[in-house]
C-alpha cells in the first residue's frame, strides 16, 4: 500500500504529539455541512452562498487523487496529475513550448533533485493548487485568503478594485487582483520571478507570465478552478487547464514546515 506525503507526516505528529494531538482538532465534525435523509454529508447540496449573494469558496480543499503510479520516478498514488504535470490533460501532455523552454523542462525533469520544492523553497501561486497538502480559504471583505499547510504559506487575493502594480518586485506568489464575473471569481496574477516551476515536471513559469484563475463552486463539496497559463517567453501560445477539488470535512491544517529537524547548520564551516 502506498502512503501519501500527508499520511507520513500525520503519522508523525500523532507520534511525537500524541498529547496535544487533541489540539489540532483532528476528527472534530466540520459545521454547517448539508446532511443527505440518512445523514451523511450532502456534497451534492447546493452552493453556500455570502451575505451579498456570491458563492462562498470559504472551507479546506483537497486534491484528486490520481489512481496509477505519476512517473517511473514516482509510485505515489496519492498525488494529483497535475502536481506532476500541470499539463497533463493537454493533448500529448505537453504545453506549446518556445523551443529553449522546451529543453529547460526536459533538463529538469532530468536533474534528481532539481525542483525547487525538494530543496523547500516556495513552490508558488500555482502549485498551490496542485500540491498534495490542504488549503484552506477565507473570504474577508476586500480580499480571499489561501493558507497552506506547507511552509504555513499563504496567498492573497485583492477584491477590493485595486490594479496590479506597474512595476512590481517579483515574487514567488505574484500579485494578484480578482473580481466577480456572475458565479466565477476571475483572478489576474503577475509579478512572478523568473525561474519558477509550474510543475514537478519542470515546466516553466517566468517574468513574463500572468495567471488568470477562473474559480466557480458548482456545489457544496466542489472548487472547480481553470487556469490559463499566458506567458509569451515560454510558450507560443496561452494554454487552459480546468481542476476540480473536494472539501475536506472533519479535519483541519497540519503544521508543517519543511526544514524542521535539518542536520546540516552544525556541519557548516563558519566563515
Known sequence: MKISVRQLIFAASMLLLSRSAPAQWLGYPTAGIPKTPDGKPNLDAPTP???????????MWGWINIGKPCLAACNDTQISREFINLAATLKGGNPPYQPWAA?????????????????????????????????????VPGRLIILTERNMQYRQIFLDGRPLPDDPNPTWNGYSVGKWDGDTLVIQTAGFRDDLWLDANGNPLT?????????RRPNFGTLEIEITVDDPKAYTAPWTVTLKEPLILDSELLDYYCLENEKDFPHMQKQ
Not at 536533474?111 to 498534495?132: F, K, L, S, Y
Not at 517574468?207 to 474559480?215: N, R, Y
Open 49 to 59: 452562498r455570502t451575505a451579498d449573494n456570491k458563492p462562498d469558496f470559504s472551507g
Open 207 to 215: 517574468e513574463k507570465g500572468k495567471l488568470t484563475e477562473k474559480i
Open 103 to 139: 529543453d529547460l523542462a526536459k533538463k529538469r525533469k532530468g536533474e534528481q533533485g532539481a525542483d525547487p520544492n525538494v530543496h523547500c523553497m516556495p513552490r508558488g501561486a500555482p502549485r498551490i493548487w496542485t500540491d498534495d497538502y490542504y488549503k484552506r480559504i477565507f473570504e
